[in-house]
């Protein structure tokens, strides 16, 4: 997710507990695609040229290509373009396993430039669903190279995709959760809590396997001294990483379950299943925190020097300054998620059992927004400013603009994370229960980038040629068929 108007913080676990501690997710196998071709006969046909009948059928072809592209544009393909951000941004990680931050160069201009756009509120459109590896959970983003990395916990691997399309798929460790983006040196590290360790991904290549602590569950960036924080659960410890080493482990104290990181003062905010929060500066603690039962989420308000966290069992909220509850918010049953909105300083807070969003400012709860059964991932669309969520039970995403919600999309079963593709202005919804991505369009006036809309025209072009060429040689005159020798175009290989 990205931080062009707010930032996330969400729960780092792979299945959200019942009142049981038993786990909510049931996974439902996704079935194989495949596909056939069937052989084709070429006839070759060669007819005497006719220039004038060529020139004709250039100059009408030419004529309908660009009726065609400026159908398919239209004032709104071209206003979406107009107010898209010039920068991608800069993408951070947050404290969950979809989320990430963008830092748009646009900044608090994307609001208006939305509304401008009549893309205020709207509600995304599903562009294609992909299939990916086992049980998907956690997501990440490289800003680099514009892809997108899924971790597939139950096939233990990653699928690495690039727009609409899979690129590469690649053996990890056991058990993988949760990935995070270093822009530092370009990297994705992704925790594998089966075996504890990380693996190191640059571009589509594994590079490196780290051994950490047991059962890795989460992971942070340091964007000042470049670290890689990895949250071992079991280990009550958090490794510390530079590149593919570990320069220092740090105790925190039992079950480390998310984190957020401070750019301000360079403090790490852990939450332990406890009930504490360790600050962590470098390589060592330098403070800690009582706060509610099982802090499972934990979310750093950019500008505002708080720290919000989500303590499931008490059903409250803590915000930290310097070190310090200043208040504790109650809120809905079972808080898990957390966003935060910088332009009219909103605080989300999705509660996973009683099916809405708390919507906080500064200390205050100023609404209650129903959306889906057990929303569990929250994104900011940077082109409208609105929420989305992700309701794990629903099977959709609702989009919520201020304190209401404005429509929901069906995606796949139980989508547990949602990142933003700032390239193409796609969001990645990854669903656990059907093993597949749904990729949405974040607005109807941006279903497609520019390239995609030259392509389309490239192609209507070839046809209509293909077309008008097709006319003249149906028309009497000298000819000469020459059959080909049969050919089959080659099979895809079967579906694995």
Do not use: C
Not at 33 to 38: A, D, I, Q, V
């Amino acid at each position: 997710m990205f931080r062009t108007k707010g930032a996330i913080g969400q729960s780092p676990i792979p299945r959200p507990p019942s009142p049981d501690r038993t786990g909510e997710f049931a996974h439902a196998g996704g079935a194989a695609l495949g596909r056939s071709m069937t052989p084709l006969g070429i006839t070759e046909v060669v007819r005497a040229r006719q220039p004038g009948r060529a020139r004709s059928a250039l100059v009408l072809s030419t004529g309908l290509s660009i009726l065609l592209v400026a159908s398919l544009l239209g004032p709104a393909g071209w206003a979406a373009d107009s107010h898209r951000p010039s920068s991608a941004g800069i993408l951070t990680p947050s404290s969950g396993p979809g989320e990430t931050a963008v830092r748009s160069q646009a900044g608090a201009d994307l609001a208006q430039a939305a509304a401008s756009s009549g893309t205020e509120g709207a509600v995304p459109t599903i562009l294609v669903t992909l299939p990916v590896g086992s049980q998907p959970y956690g997501i990440t983003y490289d800003a680099r190279s514009g892809l997108a990395y899924v971790v597939d916990s139950g096939s233990n691997d990653v699928t690495v995709i690039h727009g609409i399309t899979v690129v590469a798929v690649l053996a990890v460790g056991s058990e993988p959760f949760q990935a995070v983006y270093d822009p530092g040196n370009g990297d994705v590290y992704v925790a594998n809590y089966g075996d504890g360790t990380v693996s190191v991904i640059s571009g589509t290549a594994v590079i490196a396997t780290v051994p950490v602590g047991s059962y890795p569950l989460n992971l942070a960036y340091d964007g000042v001294d470049g670290y890689v924080y990895v949250l071992n659960q079991a280990s009550a410890s958090v490794s510390v990483i530079h590149g593919t080493s570990v320069v220092g482990t740090v105790p925190v104290g039992a079950g480390p379950i998310a984190a957020a990181y401070d750019p301000e003062n360079g403090d790490l905010y852990v939450t332990t299943s406890v009930g504490k929060v360790v600050l962590v500066q470098g390589t060592g603690v330098v403070a800690s925190v009582t706060v509610g039962r099982d802090p499972q989420a934990v979310l750093y308000a950019d500008g505002t020097q708080e720290i919000y966290v989500a303590n499931t069992e008490s059903n409250t909220v803590s915000v930290i300054r310097n070190a310090s509850v200043v208040t504790t918010v109650r809120v809905g049953t079972y808080p898990i998620a957390l966003a935060y909105e910088s332009a009219d300083g909103y605080v989300y807070v999705a509660n996973y059992y009683s099916a809405n969003l708390s919507v906080l400012r500064g200390t205050a709860v100023t609404a209650a927004v129903p959306v889906g059964a057990f929303p569990l991932a929250l994104a900011f669309d940077p082109e409208s400013g609105s929420l989305l969520v992700g309701n794990s039970q629903s099977g959709n995403v609702s989009v919520v603009r201020n304190t209401t919600e404005v429509g929901s999309v069906a995606v796949g079963a139980q989508p547990t994370a949602i990142a933003y593709d700032p390239q193409y202005g796609y969001f990645l919804v990854v669903d656990f229960g059907s093993d597949t991505v749904t990729v949405l369009a974040s607005s109807p006036g941006s279903a497609l980038p520019f390239w995609a809309y030259v392509s389309v025209v490239v192609l209507a072009f070839a046809a209509t040629v293909a077309i008008l060429v097709g006319v003249e040689l149906r028309r009497p005159g000298t000819s000469i068929v020459r059959p080909s020798t049969p050919r089959s175009l080659p099979r895809p290989p079967p579906p694995k």
